[in-house]
């Protein structure tokens, strides 16, 4: 699969990132309503009816919980090969 390259930023992030799984596996801060906890006890990002995280802001498609993110999104680079991935997944 050839990705092109992409150049991302704040202003032109798509956030496609925001559909992926995001478990709390640490404690950062996460308000409770945007946990989901399954049957087995593990902690995730709630996701709303369009399949994106809680805490991304609809309008500017921004962390609305950015200094208490979890710890999988802290790691997750912006303009990353797994960032350009999803962007292409998502067209």
Do not use: K
């Amino acid at each position: 699969m050839n990705i092109p390259i992409l150049e991302v930023s704040c202003s032109n992030c798509q956030a496609c990132c925001c559909r992926l799984e995001a478990r709390i596996i640490s404690d950062t801060g996460v308000p409770e309503h945007h946990i989901d906890v399954d049957e087995y006890g593990n902690e995730s990002m709630l996701r709303l009816d369009d399949g994106r995280c809680s805490a991304l802001d609809r309008n500017t498609l921004m962390c609305s919980i950015y200094e208490n993110r979890p710890w999988v999104c802290r790691e997750f680079e912006m303009g990353s090969y797994e960032c350009l991935s999803e962007r292409m997944d998502n067209i």
